[in-house]
């Protein structure tokens, strides 16, 4: 599959959201051409599986962008889970839905929160020094979107490193 | 913030035992491009060091199947990373001991393959060496054009890459290798968390 190109000379809102496409499509190039329950499948003694890490980022994406960022809350399913109660709501409740529904919930999240980026960052927009509407829960203050941006680069490529393990664990596909 | 490094009856050793998740860099959550960059990249060497602290030589070579990666090889080809991009594409030096006399084209894995015969204090001797190497280039290269200073040596169809795109490359190569190394120390001795 074609994943988006990182250019080598860019600005920097150029750069953070290529970064971040490249680990969303590689991130979907690891969850490709799978059955429901090889989405449910783990590699012991980790628990983590393809179809949970699915919904987790989908949950990701909405939490940092439109809750934090924006202030806007979470959008459905995710509005109406009791995450206290239920912390990992996400990772294992993905065994029960289908590739197709995982993959829509996905591609949803990512275009909302693609629609927060393009106003914050177009010309009468707050920037990357923008500040999120939500504070750090430790009395830090609130955060930059260069940060957010920042931190779901790594938030993509350390979940891909644990799907490179578990893809290959699943049919044997490796690839970087 | 790195392993400690003292020097004992003339050997150098390495009490890495001491670190932990707690005392890894963190990058702050306002702050200019240059300082959140390196903020990132020093808590993803942290995070590294953390994932491959307080085991034994064994242990730093267990593969975790059917993946054939290890720790101690992981540490390697981020040592070997370090001063390839920022050492060698970036300021244009070549690479120091002991990368500098491997016949690549022939054995293209040789850190990951090799890592198995270093005891731990001389793996992380030689990745806190090459750390500070390329924090020295990183700095050089800041001085001459920020992060839109161009690397001497050239992508092999793209032309230059820049201070920016290397620094952010070392991220996500570090962030992926380290979200290899939950799962692989898991299955060495149960350890977790981010």
């Given at each position: 599959?074609?994943?988006?190109?990182?250019?080598?000379?860019?600005?920097?809102?150029?750069?953070?959201?290529?970064?971040?496409?490249?680990?969303?499509?590689?991130?979907?190039?690891?969850?490709?051409?799978?059955?429901?329950?090889?989405?449910?499948?783990?590699?012991?003694?980790?628990?983590?599986?393809?179809?949970?890490?699915?919904?987790?980022?989908?949950?990701?994406?909405?939490?940092?962008?439109?809750?934090?960022?924006?202030?806007?809350?979470?959008?459905?399913?995710?509005?109406?889970?009791?995450?206290?109660?239920?912390?990992?709501?996400?990772?294992?409740?993905?065994?029960?839905?289908?590739?197709?529904?995982?993959?829509?919930?996905?591609?949803?999240?990512?275009?909302?929160?693609?629609?927060?980026?393009?106003?914050?960052?177009?010309?009468?927009?707050?920037?990357?020094?923008?500040?999120?509407?939500?504070?750090?829960?430790?009395?830090?203050?609130?955060?930059?979107?260069?940060?957010?941006?920042?931190?779901?680069?790594?938030?993509?490529?350390?979940?891909?490193?644990?799907?490179?393990?578990?893809?290959?664990?699943?049919?044997?596909?490796?690839?970087? | 913030?790195?392993?400690?490094?003292?020097?004992?009856?003339?050997?150098?050793?390495?009490?890495?035992?001491?670190?932990?998740?707690?005392?890894r860099a963190e990058a702050p959550?306002?702050?200019?491009?240059?300082?959140?960059?390196?903020?990132?990249?020093?808590?993803?060497?942290?995070?590294?060091?953390?994932?491959?602290?307080?085991?034994?030589?064994?242990?730093?070579?267990?593969?975790?199947?059917?993946?054939?990666?290890?720790?101690?090889?992981?540490?390697?080809?981020?040592?070997?990373?370090e001063v390839g991009w920022f050492g060698q594409t970036l300021a244009?030096?070549?690479?120091?001991?002991?990368?500098?006399?491997?016949?690549?084209?022939?054995?293209?894995?040789?850190?990951?393959?090799?890592?198995?015969?270093?005891?731990?204090?001389?793996?992380?001797?030689?990745?806190?060496?090459?750390?500070?190497?390329?924090?020295?280039?990183?700095?050089?290269?800041?001085?001459?054009?920020?992060?839109?200073?161009?690397?001497?040596?050239?992508?092999?169809?793209?032309?230059?890459?820049?201070?920016?795109?290397?620094?952010?490359?070392?991220?996500?190569?570090?962030?992926?290798?380290?979200?290899?190394?939950?799962?692989?120390?898991?299955?060495?001795?149960?350890?977790?968390?981010?």
């Amino acid at each position: 599959m074609e994943r988006t190109q990182r250019p080598l000379r860019a600005d920097e809102p150029t750069s953070l959201r290529a970064f971040l496409d490249h680990h969303r499509d590689t991130f979907r190039w690891k969850c490709s051409g799978l059955s429901q329950a090889q989405l449910a499948r783990t590699l012991p003694p980790s628990e983590m599986t393809l179809g949970g890490m699915m919904k987790h980022l989908a949950v990701v994406e909405q939490s940092w962008f439109e809750d934090d960022f924006v202030g806007g809350g979470l959008m459905p399913p995710f509005d109406t889970v009791d995450w206290e109660a239920d912390p990992d709501w996400e990772w294992h409740t993905a065994r029960d839905d289908t590739p197709e529904e995982l993959f829509a919930l996905l591609d949803e999240a990512r275009r909302r929160a693609d629609a927060v980026l393009d106003r914050a960052l177009a010309l009468d927009g707050v920037g990357l020094d923008g500040l999120s509407a939500a504070e750090h829960p430790h009395g830090q203050g609130h955060f930059s979107l260069r940060w957010i941006l920042l931190h779901m680069i790594e938030e993509y490529a350390r979940h891909n490193g644990h799907a490179d393990l578990i893809r290959e664990s699943i049919d044997g596909q490796t690839g970087h | 913030m790195s392993a400690t490094l003292v020097s004992v009856g003339g050997m150098t050793q390495s009490f890495d035992k001491a670190f932990d998740k707690d005392s890894r860099a963190e990058a702050p959550i306002r702050a200019e491009e240059v300082t959140a960059l390196r903020g990132f990249l020093d808590y993803h060497r942290d995070t590294l060091r953390w994932k491959c602290s307080g085991l034994t030589q064994e242990q730093l070579a267990q593969v975790h199947e059917p993946s054939t990666m290890t720790l101690g090889g992981m540490m390697k080809h981020l040592a070997l990373n370090e001063v390839g991009w920022f050492g060698q594409t970036l300021a244009g030096e070549p690479y120091p001991p002991p990368f500098d006399g491997i016949d690549w084209d022939a054995d293209p894995d040789w850190e990951w393959r090799t890592a198995r015969d270093d005891s731990p204090a001389d793996q992380w001797a030689l990745y806190d060496e090459c750390v500070r190497r390329a924090d020295a280039a990183i700095d050089q290269a800041l001085a001459r054009g920020g992060l839109d200073a161009e690397s001497v040596q050239q992508s092999s169809s793209q032309g230059a890459f820049s201070l920016r795109w290397i620094l952010l490359h070392m991220i996500e190569e570090y962030a992926r290798h380290n979200g290899q190394a939950d799962l692989i120390r898991e299955s060495i001795d149960g350890a977790t968390g981010e």
